[in-house]
């Protein structure tokens, strides 16, 4: 099994997820980002639009919003058996919002560890 390893603080390359969705070479991008969007609001309470700056969230929010883009970025690249090594994130997060990523990543069927 693969593994990859987010550290906090250190997730997003870009300052949106439009712009995180082109640098995977992910060119469906616009609908990717709104089910993406919609997930944040529906599962995390996050109201971010489209526009928003990524840079402008809490390092929690980043965080929680930057696990929810690669979710999709492993679907749409079909990158699967995958384990994530999450480098003090669920540390940084509150019980409640560490507890909704992890049953989160586990619904979308990302391993983490």
Do not use: H
């Given at each position: 099994m693969k593994s990859l390893e987010i550290e906090y603080s250190h997730e997003f390359i870009s300052n949106k997820i439009k712009d995180e969705l082109i640098l995977y070479d992910i060119w469906v991008y616009k609908e990717l980002e709104l089910q993406i969007l919609k997930d944040l609001k529906t599962n995390f309470n996050f109201n971010i639009g489209v526009n928003r700056n990524i840079n402008t969230l809490s390092g929690g929010q980043?965080?929680?919003?930057y696990l929810v883009t690669l979710t999709y970025i492993l679907q749409e690249r079909k990158i699967d058996h995958i384990?994530?090594?999450?480098?003090?994130?669920?540390?940084?997060l509150t019980k409640e919002s560490g507890d909704k990523i992890l049953a989160y990543l586990k619904k979308r069927g990302v391993d983490v560890t």
């Open positions: 980043r965080s929680i919003a384990q994530l090594i999450l480098s003090n994130i669920i540390e940084s």
